[in-house]
C-alpha cells in the first residue's frame, strides 16, 4: 500500500476473510457485483448452513460468546440456567451467529449472576424476532441495550453509564 501523499509503497501481510447470504457468481452474472473484483477475492469457499440447522452447536456457541464478553468487560462469568439454555437451542435465529452473540452480550449484561429463562424470554421477545435490517444493525442493538440497562437503572443515566462501562457523555453522545 502506499499512504495517501506517499510515495513508498509499504508491504502488508493480510487476509481477507468475507460472508455473504448470496450467491457471488450470481450477482456477476446479474451485473451487480464487479467481476474482476470476484476473482480477485474467490479463494477457498466454504458453505455454512443456518444456525437453525446446526442446533447442536448453540450450547459451545453460547459459553464461547458469554466468556469472551466477560474477559473483555472484566466480569465474572454468569450461569446459565437449563431452562434459558432450552430456550436458546428453540429459538431459530433468523440473524444466525450474529444474533445469538448480540443476544448472549446483553443477556450477560443484564444477568444478575445467572441468565435466567424469565430474561431470554424478554431478550427474545417480539421486538428481536424480526430478520430485517434492523435486527442485524449494530447501532439499532446498541439502541437497544442502552434502553434496557437505562430501564435496569430506573432512568438514571450515571448509574447506567456506570454498568455500561461508559462516561455519562458517551451516553449524551448517543441521545440519551
Request: glycine share 8%; proline share 5%; aromatic share 4%.
Amino acid at each position: 500500500i502506499v499512504r495517501l501523499g506517499g510515495e513508498r509503497p509499504i508491504p502488508v501481510d493480510a487476509r481477507l476473510v468475507a460472508a455473504t447470504h448470496r450467491s457471488l457468481e450470481e450477482l456477476v452474472a446479474e451485473g451487480s457485483f464487479r467481476e474482476d473484483l470476484y476473482y480477485r477475492i474467490k479463494g477457498v469457499e466454504l458453505e455454512l448452513p443456518p444456525l437453525r440447522q446446526r442446533r447442536e452447536e448453540i450450547p459451545l456457541l453460547v459459553r464461547h460468546f458469554v466468556e469472551q464478553f466477560c474477559h473483555r468487560e472484566g466480569i465474572p462469568v454468569p450461569q446459565i440456567s437449563r431452562e434459558a439454555l432450552a430456550l436458546l437451542l428453540d429459538y431459530d435465529y433468523p440473524g444466525n451467529v450474529r444474533e445469538l452473540e448480540n443476544l448472549i452480550a446483553g443477556a450477560v449484561s443484564l444477568a444478575d449472576g445467572t441468565i435466567e429463562a424469565a430474561l431470554v424470554r424478554s431478550l427474545l421477545g417480539s421486538e428481536n424476532r424480526g430478520a430485517g435490517p434492523e435486527a442485524l444493525d449494530l447501532g439499532a442493538v446498541e439502541r437497544r441495550h442502552i434502553e434496557r440497562v437505562l430501564k435496569l437503572a430506573s432512568g438514571n443515566r450515571s448509574a447506567a453509564a456506570k454498568l455500561l462501562g461508559v462516561d455519562r457523555r458517551t451516553l449524551h453522545r448517543k441521545g440519551f
